[in-house]
């Protein structure tokens, strides 16, 4: 089946400093990714779309130079909250649609999720 | 805006006691999907359901699209332990044409042994 990694699967940092997560599609080609934020016992935040040679298109209220997105290969897209703050604390989960599937396929592989601490 | 809607937002059962989970979209849709995410863990697919009055089954999960496409249930006969996590609806954002989902807000389910 369709395997999504991400990497790293929890970070620390200090408040002030920058983190980047890494999310690859490692068995299909993902033109598309799709970034969400998870609070406890809440649901997915879709966060902003990635897409694969352009802009990230992101959702309202979602800063764009915050959480900086580059989708520069068919497998692989990074997420980097630049200048984290305690409030950016949070999951962070990535997903993948496989193109291989057909237009009408809307289904998402997720990655396991990134867990940021900032202090 | 699109919503989706779930209820209940939580469900705890003995184990081997039936569960449904109901998800409500504010629009039709052209498709809807269910995703289930164990504690600790991440979504994982389950199905999507395309057709009206789809019902589809994956042993002891009976997953069915109303006939207005608006509305989907999923159901578990006797549930196991292994059925606990929260099951999450989602259904094509309206008007977008790069597959994002609008996802419910989950049924979290608990199963006492």
């Known amino acids: 089946g369709a395997v999504v990694s991400q990497h790293p699967s929890w970070v620390i940092c200090k408040s002030g400093t920058s983190v980047k997560i890494e999310c690859r599609s490692l068995?299909?080609?993902?033109?598309?990714m799709f970034w969400y934020r998870q609070f406890p016992k809440q649901s997915l935040m879709l966060m902003a779309t990635?897409?694969?040679?352009?802009?990230?298109?992101?959702e309202q209220g979602v800063e764009k130079d915050k959480f900086l997105i580059n989708h520069a290969s068919l497998t692989l897209s990074t997420l980097t909250v630049t200048s984290a703050h305690p409030e950016d604390s949070s999951f962070y989960i990535c997903?993948?649609?496989?193109?291989?599937?057909?237009?009408?396929?809307?289904?998402?592989?997720f990655g396991p999720g990134t867990r940021l601490t900032v202090t | 805006g699109q919503q989706v809607m779930q209820i209940p937002q939580y469900q705890h059962v003995q184990e081997g006691e039936d569960f449904t989970t109901y998800c409500n979209s504010s629009?039709?849709?052209?498709?809807i999907q269910w995703y289930k995410q164990r504690p600790g863990g991440h979504p994982v697919f389950l199905i999507q359901?395309?057709?009206?009055?789809e019902v589809k089954k994956q042993k002891r999960l009976t997953f069915q699209f109303g006939e207005a496409k608006k509305n989907s249930s999923l159901h578990i006969t006797a549930t196991q332990t292994t059925d606990v996590g929260t099951y999450f609806c989602a259904g094509p954002r309206s008007g977008a044409g790069s597959y994002q989902l609008t996802f419910g807000k989950g049924t979290k389910l608990s199963v006492i042994p």
């Open positions: 068995d299909f080609q993902a033109t598309t």
């Open positions: 629009t039709t849709l052209s498709n």
């Open positions: 359901l395309v057709k009206s009055g």
């Open positions: 990635s897409n694969e040679g352009s802009k990230a298109t992101y």
């Open positions: 997903s993948a649609r496989d193109e291989g599937l057909g237009r009408g396929t809307y289904e998402q592989y």
